[in-house]
């Protein structure tokens, strides 16, 4: 399992994912990534909502360095950093993309008001997921698992509940993805996949950073 301080890098977009805060590091508190974008790439633009407490702070996105734009219900944010977005539990949204002109550094926290360690481990497992499903070229652009089987064994492993789409019924989701997931792993797709560590860009390579 990925920890604190490891870089994984996904050639489809070239962007760079740094764990700053794994939560097996403080009890199940919180999880800080820190996405650095390239121009005209963005964090996985799937549409979605955290189930939970109205009102409370799902998710924020700490805006660094550059200039970010999102959607946040109804709402299109564009910020230049220094600059938080805060997502609300039940807020649909879809995560920053890089409009600007340089790269973009945003820190992704989650940070619930009680622990959540089992939530926030499998959040974990997602990411260090996606990021391994990328380096194998099965991520697109979009940040859509292009394999349905695969994209539906790792979402109801690790986000289903609290996360959900938009417009279909939360219950209605569990019965389909679980019925794709099932398939699935009767057909031996697996919901994890370990990414490749400390792997740098290829401008990175050649400037010896």
Not at 22 to 43: K, Q, T
Not at 86 to 94: S, T
Not at 147 to 169: C, E, G, I, K
Request: aromatic content about 8%.
């Amino acid at each position: 399992m990925v920890g604190s301080g490891d870089e994984i890098y996904n050639p489809v977009t070239r962007t760079r994912v740094v764990f700053v805060t794994a939560p097996a590091d403080n009890d199940g508190r919180v999880i800080a990534v820190d996405w650095y974008v390239p121009p005209g790439e963005a964090l996985p633009l799937m549409p979605h909502y955290h189930a939970g407490p109205a009102g409370e702070v799902a998710e924020s996105f700490d805006v660094i360095a550059g200039t970010a734009a999102c959607t946040v219900g109804k709402r299109r944010i564009v910020v230049t950093a220094p600059a938080t977005i805060e997502v609300r539990f039940n807020e649909h949204h879809v995560h920053p993309r890089n409009v600007g002109q340089d790269e973009l550094h945003v820190r992704q926290r989650a940070e619930p008001r009680e622990p959540m360690p089992e939530t926030l481990q499998r959040l974990q497992l997602f990411f260090e997921t996606f990021m391994a499903l990328s380096q194998k070229g099965k991520v697109n652009r979009r940040g859509d698992i292009t394999d349905p089987l695969q994209s539906a064994v790792t979402f109801d492993a690790y986000l289903l509940d609290p996360t959900y789409l938009p417009v279909v019924p939360p219950a209605m989701q569990k019965v389909l993805f679980g019925g794709m997931a099932w398939l699935g792993r009767r057909l031996g797709y697996e919901a994890y996949h370990a990414p490749e560590v400390g792997r740098q860009a290829p401008e990175q390579r050649a400037s010896g950073a």
